[in-house]
Nanobody, 120 residues
């Protein structure tokens, strides 16, 4: 099993930047994809960005060009650098890890979430 702990959330003004970090522990050898999702009140949880073990990334259209995701396999961490933040980025951000022990054996793990508030 995998445990995920997020940090770095907070309050920032529109146009500002924030960096989120997620540390994984447990069966980290089995983690294939890590990423960030977010959920605003009244909304479904949505993908923000993902990154595979070999560095392939995927971004939601709403954050493309503003956010970057990086991964340190040695430290088992994933980071989300958020730039030019907008009020609509306000949400709880959740770290995700997908483990893979074979092509038909996958599990998803989630962190506790960290709050990001973009406000003047």
């Amino acid at each position: 099993q995998v445990q995920l702990v997020e940090s770095g959330g907070g309050l920032v003004q529109p146009g500002g930047s924030l960096r989120l970090s997620c540390a994984a522990s447990g069966s980290i050898f089995s983690i294939n994809v890590m990423g960030w999702y977010r959920q605003a009140p009244g909304n479904e949880r949505e993908l923000v960005a993902t990154i595979t073990r070999d560095g392939r990334t995927n971004f939601a259209d709403s954050v493309k060009g503003r956010f970057t995701i990086s991964r340190d396999n040695a430290k088992s961490t994933v980071n989300l650098q958020m730039n030019r933040l907008k009020p609509e980025d306000t949400a709880s951000y959740y770290c995700n890890a997908r483990t893979s022990l074979g092509p038909f054996y996958e599990n998803d793990y989630w962190g506790q979430g960290t709050q990001v508030i973009i406000s003047s």
